[in-house]
């Protein structure tokens, strides 16, 4: 059983932040588990409450234990709150791999979405190179006579996916002022982006944000990583690669 813990964690704390204080959070989870709560930063979210929850949530993902075990006190939390537990069930329930289980296990290849910056794809793709992963690009693959969807589902037996949104287009609600355009990615790359969410799942999907742009809504729980000029989105990237159970080589990013 594989549990989306940040997302389940996003979705609790925004029921619950104004139902609860957090005297009766720290009751429940003092009650429950034997263990302290760590710091986790969660994009998007506003509330001491909602914070607090997320942390315990995300430091009981993290501890040792039978996931049997850790299924049951999560459910335990949520009832000891106060939500309504059938709104999570979904969490809980196996989800069937879109592909062989084993290989996607062993497997070393991750796709790379992109928009038109060109000096950002290369770097992306070169530092994933240097981690031992295959890299996928699509403008890369034959074609075969096969149209972009086609050859999209062709090439999707991956384990991970990387997005890298970066501000290609201008866009605004049709009921905005003509002169209030955003930034925002593609439009293809935001259908990749949603592909990849429905086939592989939340958990493996990383979004790279370069500069300020409107963002996907209704995606809670894909991690975005901004891309900093000190290289800081490596480690985040190398975070969420390893979270997936990706084996990753850093010889050649920190020596040795």
């Known amino acids: 059983m594989s549990i989306n813990y940040k997302l389940l964690a996003i979705k609790l704390g925004d029921e619950m932040k104004n139902t609860t204080s957090?005297?009766?959070i720290?009751?429940?989870?003092?009650?429950?588990?034997?263990?302290?709560?760590?710091?986790?930063?969660?994009?998007g979210v506003t509330s001491s409450r909602a914070q607090l929850i997320y942390n315990w949530i995300l430091t009981l993902a993290g501890q040792t234990m039978e996931d049997e075990k850790k299924s049951s006190l999560l459910l335990d939390f949520i009832s000891g709150l106060g939500a309504d537990v059938s709104k999570y069930l979904?969490?809980?329930?196996?989800?069937?791999?879109?592909?062989?289980?084993e290989e996607l296990q062993n497997s070393n290849k991750v796709f790379l979405v992109h928009g038109r910056d060109e000096m950002l794809k290369e770097m992306v793709g070169r530092f994933l190179g240097q981690l031992g992963l295959e890299v996928v690009i699509l403008s890369e693959?034959?074609?075969q006579g096969r149209t972009v969807i086609e050859k999209l589902e062709r090439s999707s037996k991956v384990a991970f996916c990387v997005v890298l949104l970066t501000p290609d287009d201008m866009g605004r609600l049709a009921s905005d002022n003509a002169s209030a355009l955003c930034p925002r990615a593609?439009?293809?790359?935001?259908?990749?982006?949603?592909?990849?969410?429905?086939?592989?799942?939340?958990e493996r999907v990383c979004a790279l944000v370069s500069g300020q742009l409107e963002l996907p809504?209704?995606?809670?729980?894909?991690?975005?990583?901004?891309v900093d000029q000190h290289g800081g989105w490596k480690m985040e990237v190398i975070r969420e690669l390893k979270s997936?159970?990706?084996?990753?080589?850093?010889?050649?990013?920190?020596?040795?």
């Open 90 to 101: 979904n969490f809980f329930q196996s989800r069937e791999v879109p592909q062989d289980s």
């Open 217 to 226: 809504s209704d995606t809670h729980g894909i991690a975005y990583v901004p």
């Open 22 to 24: 957090i005297a009766e």
């Open 141 to 143: 693959q034959a074609n």
């Open 186 to 202: 593609r439009q293809n790359v935001i259908l990749e982006l949603g592909y990849f969410t429905g086939y592989l799942g939340r």
């Open 244 to 256: 997936a159970g990706l084996t990753v080589n850093l010889s050649q990013i920190f020596g040795g």
């Open 26 to 43: 720290e009751r429940t989870a003092g009650a429950l588990f034997d263990f302290s709560p760590e710091s986790f930063e969660a994009k």
